[in-house]
């Protein structure tokens, strides 16, 4: 992984957990992303993605997570991006309207439960 972005991984049964911190831009959106895949197994009801302590994402980033969002939207596997008020991304993903299309929520319990409810 890149030494600007460092991802850990937790599963909570059947939802794996996120949590992207550091940076996110052209140099290293396609790692991140190859590695955010391929942490989802099949089994998994979705990825819940928290950015709350991600300090940057650049346009790469951006589109980073929505195309995750398709990817998993394909393998009928659900996307929740956490970013809680106040954080400074959550500006940029308000601005591309990224919760048009996947559910943008202040807690990782409320992504868990959003993703169990809806499959």
Do not use: C, K
Not at 14 to 32: F, H, I, M, Q, Y
Not at 39 to 53: H, M, Y
Not at 84 to 102: A, F, M, T
């Amino acid at each position: 992984m890149s030494d600007l972005a460092r991802i850990e991984f937790t599963r909570r049964d059947d939802v794996v957990v996120a949590r992207l911190g550091g940076e996110v831009d052209l140099s290293n959106a396609t790692e991140v992303g190859d590695e955010l895949t391929g942490a989802i197994p099949n089994s998994a009801l979705g990825l819940v993605l928290d950015l709350t302590a991600t300090e940057y994402l650049d346009s790469s980033g951006v589109h980073l997570v929505f195309e995750l969002a398709e990817r998993l939207r394909r393998r009928q596997q659900r996307l929740h991006v956490v970013v809680p008020p106040g954080v400074p991304i959550r500006r940029v993903l308000r601005i591309v309207e990224l919760d048009d299309s996947v559910p943008v929520v202040a807690t990782v319990d409320d992504a868990i439960a959003q993703i169990r409810a809806d499959a």
